[in-house]
């Protein structure tokens, strides 16, 4: 296969080629494709440009929330989801069908009872990344990492534990999570 990278100066802009065919064009603003083009990466693997999976998720009823207990939050309002990889009525999962570096975040808020609250990321069952504590009344916790999944069999799940046995503040504003590719692996 011959690749070739060239500039045009009659329109400004760039082309690449692929076994002779113009692939797609490039600007100093970026890459344009024609249509129904894709982008392969090294491993094979082939995502259309500028379409990785993206999801945000809300808690739109209140969930109470043991003390001192890891609970999985219940997040059953989608804001979006482009590639119907979270889950929103069982596991409350984000399950991505392409491997790469994933940014994910999260914040979990109460409403009335002061107390330490603590938000996290969990990857395949086990805590990956944790966020600080506030102890006051009417607090948020977030959390935010890069996390690598491959694709097939790796899900993130948001949970959440409190000192004092209360509801979570619902809405999309206080507990919610949110993630989308970053990077193809």
Same mark, same amino acid.
């Not at 982008?39 to 969930?63: E, L, N, R």
């Not at 609250?117 to 102890?135: C, D, R």
């Given at each position: 296969? /011959?690749? /070739? ?20 064009? *490039? ?21 259309? /440009? ?5 999801? =945000? ?8 929330? =043991? ?12 804001? *979006?989801?482009?590639? =119907? ?26 409403? %009335? ?5 603590? %938000? ?16 006051? /009344? ?25 000192? %004092? ?21």
């Amino acid at each position: 296969m /011959s690749i /070739s990278l060239q500039a045009d100066p009659s329109l400004a802009q760039g082309y690449i080629k692929v076994n002779g065919t113009t692939a797609a064009t *490039f600007t100093t603003s970026g890459i344009t494709l024609p249509s129904g083009g894709a982008v392969t990466f090294p491993d094979g693997t082939t995502q259309t /440009s500028g379409k990785g999976p993206a999801f =945000s998720a809300y808690q739109s009823s209140a969930q109470t929330l =043991s003390a001192s207990t890891w609970t999985k939050i219940q997040l059953q309002t989608k804001e *979006f989801d482009t590639n =119907s990889n979270f889950d929103a009525s069982t596991n409350y999962r984000f399950t991505p069908t392409i491997a790469g570096y994933y940014q994910i975040n999260g914040g979990v808020a109460v409403s %009335a009872t002061a107390t330490q609250v603590i %938000a996290a990321i969990y990857k395949n069952g086990s805590v990956a990344k944790q966020g600080g504590f506030n102890q006051a /009344s009417g607090v948020l916790s977030a959390v935010a990492a890069v996390v690598y999944m491959n694709g097939s069999t790796d899900y993130v799940e948001f949970y959440s534990n409190v000192s %004092a046995a209360q509801a979570l503040a619902a809405g999309s504003t206080v507990t919610y999570f949110q993630g989308f590719l970053a990077r193809p692996a």
